[in-house]
Each structure stands twice: as structure tokens, then as C-alpha cells.
């Protein structure tokens, strides 16, 4: 099974300040990887996939970058809606497909 | 606008069952999905069915008692969950995949499954 581990835990930043969360792999996951946004009471919408493709509707202050083992997502500078639980997600090798533990975006 | 609505959640003993339906307003030629959510916890990945041939998948902790089907006439995906756990306790969602990829590209609002005496 493959892991995503996912840094920092939470991360406090101010509106217009640039956001960089990071997922690392337990193995080589090619460019196999997606980014989720999820806030409180919703579902999870998908941002990212196979590492650097905005998925459709997504702003493009959102992007993704990596390969292999390590993963970038970077916010270029933040809006009030975009504080919430991000969440990294593998297909390269499965089942199972896996989540990362996410890491939460707040406000400083 | 795709649309996906879940229904069939509620409280139910350990060893009891439940299932959970999911209605797509499009559905034909798309891989579909279970992902779960405990309460205040992660994201976790339960079980998928093909398009192409109906081929299942699912995460070790389910196999054997969850299965998934899907009716392509009703538009309709299914989760028959068994022998249910305290730990399945979590919010239920259905979702369609992103095209040929093992992304989740919809998803509905999910259903609360509450496994409790």
C-alpha cells in the first residue's frame, strides 16, 4: 500500500499570502496524484489531478507540481474561501487507492 | 451539472446491515465510487466498480463485507454493507470518477451510516 504523507498539519496564513502544502509518497508515484479541497460540511472537490492539471472551474491561483515522491500545492495568494482541509489522493498503484491525512489551511 | 444524491444512511447495531443507493443524473461509461469519512478524521477510499466490465475493488477493511453494484437502466450505484463495525461509522459518499482516471471528480453530499448499540 502505498502512503501520503502530507506537511505541514495546519498551516496559519493571512488572506493574500502564498500557501505551499506539501505530500510526500512512500514510493514512486510517477506523476499519479491528486489534490481535494474539502470544507466544513461539504464534500471534498477535486483541484488537482495527475499532479499539475487544474481540474475543471478551478481558479488558477491553484497549482500543482511534482513527481515521483514529493508533490507542491501551491495557493498563490489566498482568498477567504480558500481556507479549509486540502487532501493529497494516489492511482498509480491499486487498490487500494489512498489518501493523504490532510493538512489544514487557517487563518492567521 | 453533474449530480449525485445518496440516500439509505441511519443507525444501525454491530453485525446489522444497511444499503446505500446513490442516483446519478449522468452515469453510462464512468467508474463510480464509495469514499468514507469518520467523524472528524480523513478521507478513506472503500471500493470501486468499472464502467467497462462491472470489475469490483475494494479496501481490505470492507472486503468481504461490503459489496458494490450498479443498475446503468436507474442510473443508481449500490453499497450492500454487512456484518457492520463500530468503525464504519462515517459519513458515506458516493462519487464519479474523472473520466478513465482514479480521480473523484463528483461527489455527492454524502450519508451518515451510525453503527452503534
Not at chain 2, 60 to 84: A, C, H, P, W
Request: glycine share 8%; proline share 4%.
Amino acid at each position: 500500500e502505498i502512503v501520503l504523507t502530507q506537511s505541514p498539519a495546519t498551516l496559519s496564513l493571512s488572506p493574500g499570502e502564498r500557501a505551499t502544502l506539501s505530500c510526500r509518497a512512500s514510493q514512486n508515484i510517477k506523476i499519479y496524484l491528486g489534490w481535494y479541497q474539502q470544507k466544513p460540511g461539504q464534500a471534498p472537490r477535486l483541484l488537482i489531478y495527475d499532479a499539475s492539471n487544474r481540474a475543471s472551474g478551478i481558479p488558477d491561483r491553484f497549482s500543482g507540481s511534482g513527481s515521483g515522491t514529493d508533490f507542491t500545492l501551491t495557493i498563490s495568494s489566498l482568498e477567504p474561501e480558500d481556507f479549509a482541509v486540502y487532501y493529497c489522493q494516489q492511482r498509480s498503484s491499486w487498490p487500494p487507492l489512498t489518501f493523504g491525512g490532510g493538512t489544514k489551511v487557517e487563518i492567521k | 451539472e453533474v449530480q449525485l444524491l445518496e440516500s439509505g444512511g441511519g443507525l444501525v447495531q454491530p453485525g446489522g446491515s444497511l444499503r446505500l443507493s446513490c442516483v446519478a443524473s449522468t452515469f453510462d461509461s464512468y467508474a463510480m465510487s464509495w469514499v468514507r469519512q469518520a467523524p472528524g478524521k480523513g478521507l478513506e477510499w472503500v471500493s470501486t466498480i468499472r464502467d467497462s466490465d462491472g470489475r469490483t475493488y475494494y479496501a481490505d477493511s470492507v472486503k468481504s463485507r461490503f459489496t458494490i453494484s450498479r443498475d446503468n437502466s436507474k442510473n443508481t450505484l449500490y453499497l450492500q454493507m454487512n456484518s457492520l463495525r463500530d468503525e464504519d461509522t462515517a459519513i458515506y459518499y458516493c462519487a464519479r470518477h474523472l473520466e478513465w482516471r482514479e480521480f473523484f471528480h463528483h461527489w455527492g453530499q454524502g450519508t451518515l451510516v451510525t453503527v452503534s448499540s
